[in-house]
């Protein structure tokens, strides 16, 4: 038996504005089929992203939302997918 994956809700906007302010919160740590995982840069005691966040590249092209919340309170990871 296979577990159905969820229905992935694409943001609708592919790029963002230059108003909206940009915060680097991570590095891509891998990237499987469909899933990008960021590592987080700072403690998830200082701030956790909430599910459904939106996420882009600097050049403000949106990736994704993200999906899960995952790893340690020290060092959280995201996922999103595409």
């Known amino acids: 038996h296979e577990i159905a994956e ?3 809700a694409l943001p609708s906007v592919q790029k963002l504005d230059e108003a909206v302010e940009l915060v680097r919160f ?3 740590e891998s990237v499987i ?3 990008v995982v960021i ?3 700072t403690s998830g005691n200082y701030r956790v992203l909430d ?3 939106v996420v ?3 050049d403000r092209t949106v990736i994704g939302n993200i999906f899960e919340t995952f790893g340690s309170v020290q060092q959280p ?3 999103i997918r595409f």
Request: charged share 35%.
């Open 56 to 58: 882009c590249w600097e």
């Open 77 to 79: 990871f995201y996922s």
């Open 6 to 8: 969820p229905e992935i």
């Open 33 to 35: 089929e469909n899933v």
């Open 39 to 41: 590592r987080a840069d």
């Open 51 to 53: 599910e459904g966040t």
């Open 26 to 28: 991570g590095k891509v």
